[in-house]
């Protein structure tokens, strides 16, 4: 018998398996010899496995766990089983270079921080900003502001100065969206950390700009701010707030960029198929838009129907303010994996944009 078989050296030898790993493959009834030795023990295999440890071997250099291993090897010829798990297994991949892509971008901004620290804002920095300009600036970002009232910290816009510029940010972390506005006067030779202005002062600012003044000069720092508009003026305190870094979630590194209408998307969000999946605050239930590319590469709405492809899901109503508080014209959008952020941008425009945060399908999504 043992002429018609294979040693687990010759095996080993012949896939690239160790002789240990055959044993441990044994063991885990994946690859089991065809005949083991009364005496000795020693294990012999029939030359037709061959084939199936050098597929085990290829399995394991792609990571595939050891029950999907075993669900490839056991697999029917033709059933398409094999295929289904090796997909999903790719799938489980792509997210995980995604993630690990995030995670090495938030390190990015860490070492830049530890390089080059944000000063506090200083007491007393006055900026002149253009009254139009500020008030686009503020529709751009009123719709992100966070509401949650166990997150004080996001309950505003962030005023940050950063050279010419003057930018406002604001998050409810499901969603962020910047604008930049140019500024004049006491502007920072680097950036500073910002200052948190309130919600009611920042509605309250906005009704301001209604005034007919060309220019607005705002004071920051000292835990209050002050806004002039001609003759009006308001003024509030600001609370001393830990406002989440929007260099990290914002440092994106896009697979795709699709230019479209502004008007065809929202069309084909209003028209197009949803979901109902828990992603909103304290996970409750959501409408959930899923865009996916076409072979010619267009931006679409997903339908349950359509064949496997790309995927990424966002929160359908925060797509629709998103598309609202930008401008009306072009789009353009900037799509990662299926787990990394969604950004819409306004060409032309490159510190305004909005970024949606994933929702995660599940396997039979």
Do not use: K
């Not at 398996?17 to 690859?31: E, F």
């Not at 061959?50 to 291993?69: E, F, K, N, S």
């Not at 966002?314 to 969604?342: K, S, Y």
């Amino acid at each position: 018998m043992e002429s018609e078989l294979h040693s687990i050296g010759e095996l080993a030898r012949a896939s690239g398996l160790g002789v240990g790993t055959l044993r441990y493959y044994d063991g885990a009834q994946v690859l089991t010899p065809a005949w083991v030795d009364p005496q000795t023990g020693y294990r012999w295999y029939r030359p037709g496995q061959l084939a199936d440890a050098r597929l085990l071997a290829r399995l394991r250099r792609v990571g595939l766990p050891l029950a999907g291993i075993r669900a490839v090897l056991g697999a029917a010829p033709g059933g398409g089983e094999a295929r289904r798990v090796l997909d999903a297994h790719l799938r489980r991949l792509e997210d995980g270079l995604a993630d690990a892509r995030r995670e090495l971008s938030l390190i990015h901004s860490m070492l830049d921080q530890r390089e080059q620290p944000m000063t506090t804002t200083p007491a007393g920095i006055r900026l002149t900003v253009p009254a139009g300009g500020l008030a686009a600036a503020l529709d751009a970002v009123r719709f992100a502001v966070g509401a949650d009232p166990e997150l004080p910290t996001l309950a505003g816009v962030l005023f940050e100065p950063d050279g010419p510029v003057l930018r406002l940010v604001a998050t409810d972390r499901y969603r962020m969206a910047l604008a930049e506005v140019p500024a004049t006067g006491d502007v920072p030779a680097r950036p500073v950390a910002g200052t948190l202005v309130p919600t009611a002062l920042v509605d309250a600012l906005r009704a301001l700009l209604g005034t007919g003044a060309a220019e607005v000069a705002l004071t920051l720092g000292g835990g209050t701010v002050r806004a002039e508009a001609g003759e009006h003026r308001i003024e509030g305190t600001v609370p001393d707030a830990d406002f989440p870094d929007h260099r990290a979630v914002t440092r994106l590194a896009p697979e795709h960029r699709i230019t479209l209408a502004a008007a065809e998307l929202r069309a084909a969000v209003e028209t197009g198929a949803t979901r109902t999946l828990p992603s909103g605050p304290h996970g409750a239930e959501c409408e959930v838009t899923v865009l996916t590319l076409t072979g010619d590469g267009r931006l679409a709405v997903a339908e349950e129907s359509d064949p496997e492809g790309y995927r990424l899901a966002v929160n359908r109503d925060f797509l629709l303010d998103a598309l609202d508080a930008g401008r009306p014209g072009q789009l353009l959008l900037e799509l990662g994996g299926p787990i990394a952020p969604l950004a819409v941008r306004t060409p032309g425009l490159p510190g305004t944009f909005s970024v949606l945060m994933p929702i995660r399908l599940p396997e039979s999504a």
